[in-house]
């Protein structure tokens, strides 16, 4: 991990929209507890994703960042999309030769959500 988390670091400080990389997601205890959870034994390879090659954009009230392993980013990659006004993380990740793994199940993103998704995803088809 690259940056340790800080609990002073909140939700507001998110909307700021100063966030470059992935990685300083982990900042954020608030996130960080969320994409943990959401990624259960998965977690240190997702968060070896983070502090992969990667970016950040800001859609409205979604961050969507994007990561992936370094030179193997056409096979191993992560989205992260941080709903800032619901306070909510959605997190998908593919490892190598598998099926993309969604988190929450698919059901529960909201349309933007899922746009962003495709977005990442369309690599794969």
Known sequence: MLFKSDDS????????RTITHPSELNKFNVVRNQIE???GPDYK?????????????????????TSCQPHNCVSVAAVTIVDISNRQVFLAWRPEGKKIEVRPSLKQWSDDQRVELKKWAEGWR
Not at 9 to 16: D, F, G, I, K, N
Not at 49 to 58: E, M, N
Request: no cysteine; proline share 0%.
């Open 9 to 16: 670091l909140s939700w507001t400080q998110l909307r700021e």
């Open 37 to 39: 959870q959401l990624a």
């Open 45 to 65: 390879f997702v968060e070896q994703l983070l502090d992969g090659v990667g970016s950040v954009k800001f859609e409205g009230d979604l961050l969507v960042a």
